[in-house]
């Protein structure tokens, strides 16, 4: 309840007042006149309402392209909500991930160590097979970027760039519910999942196999917990790659929601990754890719045993159908060491709190060893920070660089 009240407070501060006239001449015929009921529940529906709790949801959709190229689309939503479950602020964001045949040059691609594939050359312009090296993987991923990042370069057609119509979106979602937002979805959207009367700023779909923002919320519903007030709040996301020892290629994306106070110092942060493996992982929770067309080493989780055979969609669909985050696996990710992933990740978040960007910085250059672990202990926490497996600092870092 404190921060509730706190959170009002912020909001009213932030506007300037509490419901005070917005200029000169209404402060006068206000204060002529002494509010009647109408008028002060008119003033009182006026005010933004503030932000009791807050939520993250990932989605994930799976789609081919007329000529074929596969892709995995992951949902980011970061959703905050009134008292009345009314969106009060959103920040939405997707991360496109395509097979090496993709001929769109900010688009990210991934592949895995050792597989023969089809290999669009972004400089050629010329589609040959070739097998992937190590070194090709680490150049894959040095250049993903979220749509966002992507920014002009995704060349979106229709109303305008893919975040400029996302911020017409959340400029509409805001003040509705998720009964509203699901009736909308029913009823309001046509079968490519676009809006059937005009959203000022988009047309973009919502829902379909490129993304699914609507599911996203509603996740982000179900996962809320209290809202914390801040200052500042922003959200950074990267990206590493890595081969195990049995030769399986791991991609995985950290990614971060910061909360700052005005001396810039962290009072809330939320971190997780996704980890994606090709099929050749023995992990059942780990969530795998594969591109329909390829011939590739398939674990079978039933027989336990590897063979080689050709992805087909069915196979693509049944893969993104289960994934999950590392927060979202559990206990069935099988951490070893302090505690579950999740359990040493809240450990990590609550270590960060109160630190500013400056000194982690200075602690990730002196604090951490080799493999990016604690070289003096944190309670709770000793994977790492910061190696192949996720740099979960760098996306913290990048969060609050860019917090507004």
Avoid at 220 to 230: K, V
């Amino acid at each position: 309840m404190k921060r509730k009240i706190f959170a009002v407070l912020l909001s009213c501060l932030l506007l300037g007042s509490c419901g005070a006239p917005s200029s000169t001449s209404e402060a006068s015929s206000q204060a002529d006149a002494a509010p009647t009921a109408e008028s002060s529940a008119s003033s009182e529906a006026a005010e933004p309402a503030a932000a009791a709790t807050e939520g993250v949801g990932v989605t994930y959709t799976f789609r081919q392209n007329a000529t074929g190229t596969s892709f995995y689309n992951v949902t980011f939503a970061f959703v905050q909500f009134d008292d009345d479950g009314k969106i009060t602020d959103s920040y939405i964001d997707v991360l496109e991930l395509a097979d090496p045949t993709v001929t769109m040059a900010s688009c990210p691609r991934y592949a895995a160590v050792g597989d023969t594939v089809d290999w669009y050359d972004l400089e050629t312009q010329e589609t040959t097979q070739v097998e992937v090296t190590p070194e090709m993987a680490q150049e894959l991923v040095s250049s993903w970027r979220t749509k966002r990042e992507r920014g002009d370069e995704y060349g979106m057609a229709g109303a305008g760039e893919w975040y400029e119509q996302m911020d017409a979106y959340q400029a509409f979602f805001q003040g509705k519910t998720v009964e509203e937002l699901k009736e909308w979805e029913a009823t309001g959207l046509d079968e490519n999942g676009k809006p059937v009367d005009a959203v000022s700023g988009a047309t973009m779909s919502v829902n379909d196999a490129h993304s699914d923002i609507l599911g996203a919320i509603y996740k982000a519903w179900d996962n809320r917990s209290d809202y914390i007030a801040c200052e500042k709040e922003g959200y950074g996301f990267t990206y590493t790659v890595r081969q195990n020892a049995a030769g399986t290629t791991f991609y995985n994306v950290a990614f971060s929601r910061v909360k700052l106070d005005e001396a810039g110092k962290i009072v809330d942060n939320y971190e997780d990754v996704l980890e994606l493996a090709d099929p050749t992982v023995t992990m059942a929770s780990c969530p795998r890719y594969a591109a329909v067309g390829d011939t590739v080493d398939w674990y079978d989780l039933e027989t336990q045993e590897t063979t080689q055979v050709e992805v087909t969609p069915e196979m693509a669909q049944e893969l993104v159908s289960s994934w999950r985050t590392k927060r979202e696996r559990g206990d069935e990710y099988g951490m070893a060491g302090a505690g579950e992933w999740y359990e040493q990740m809240d450990a990590y978040q609550a270590f960060f709190n109160g630190k500013t960007a400056e000194e982690l910085t200075q602690w990730e250059a002196t604090g951490l060893d080799e493999n990016g672990k604690p070289v003096d202990a944190v309670s709770g926490a000793t994977m790492s920070i910061n190696d192949a497996h996720s740099d979960i600092l760098g996306a913290l870092l990048k969060a609050m660089d860019a917090a507004v």
